[in-house]
């Protein structure tokens, strides 16, 4: 690959740039190669690095100058979106459905061109993650249906998310709300974004500037916290108390 970005070594434990060597245009584009084993992608996410690239690509790796992060207390829903998904009966659970979120995150989206980021050999890695108790899914259901839902990695009290769908309207959005809810009670505070778009700009995403994003990943990946799945421990919300309105 003609480009001026270091490969990365053939371990897996092999080290990645500084985060601050990344260029400037593509914003974020730090190293190529590698491969996708659960050591890398730990290795990379607790450093600010994710990979993104689409089929017939080398393995592409970024730390953006403007990172997406939610404050788990900063989640907004318009008013009309938070009236709808409280009347929908809709339930959000964790890690019960995990492989078929991812596969909704793989669909190609209306209007999409250029093929989806979460190949094959993605879907394959994050598998081998939730297998480890370190990927997990957020899934919204209406009955026994999978409606939308979300999925990223975990480590320390640090929370990335990789993507969102959703069947129904709606159904990401109150995926997200329920996971903010849940991580404000496990004393939680950042949700990292990676980039930000329309949808999560409407649901009221920061935009930080890498370093102090970097800074405030640091304080946060190395406090205690097991992995395992989080069917337990996040158990079963309802709708009408992710979306009910929060204390000033």
């Keep these: 690959m003609n480009v001026p970005i270091p490969e990365l070594g053939a371990d897996p434990a092999s080290p990645f740039p500084a985060p601050a060597s990344a260029l400037r245009e593509p914003d974020g584009l730090l190293a190529y190669g590698g491969d996708l084993s659960p050591t890398r992608f730990l290795n990379a996410y607790r450093r600010g690095i994710f990979p993104w690239f689409t089929e017939g690509d080398p393995i592409l790796w970024w730390s953006p100058s403007r990172r997406a992060v939610f404050r788990t207390d900063g989640v907004h829903l318009a008013s009309r979106l938070r009236r709808q998904l409280r009347n929908s ?38 598998l081998a993650l939730h297998r480890l108790g370190h990927a997990h899914s957020i899934e919204v259901f209406d009955g026994g249906r999978l ?17 969102m769908f959703s069947a ?50 640091a304080s946060l990946r190395d406090r205690p916290a097991e992995p395992g799945s989080w069917r337990d421990r996040f158990g079963e919300v309802a709708a009408a108390d992710a979306c009910a309105p929060r204390p000033a």
């Design 89 to 126: 009966g809709w339930t959000v659970r964790a890690d019960t459905a995990f492989a078929d979120v991812v596969a909704g995150c793989a669909a190609p989206r209306a209007g999409q061109s250029g093929g989806t980021w979460i190949t094959v050999d993605m879907q394959a890695a994050y």
């Design 168 to 217: 129904e309207s709606g159904a990401s959005s109150l995926a997200l709300a329920a996971l903010a809810l849940r991580m404000q009670a496990w004393g939680w505070p950042l949700l990292d974004a990676q980039v930000p778009n329309a949808h999560t700009r409407r649901l009221g995403v920061d935009t930080w500037p890498r370093r102090a994003y970097l800074e405030a990943l």
């Design 147 to 163: 409606v939308g839902g979300l999925f990223g990695l975990s480590f320390g009290h640090m929370v990335c998310g990789d993507s």
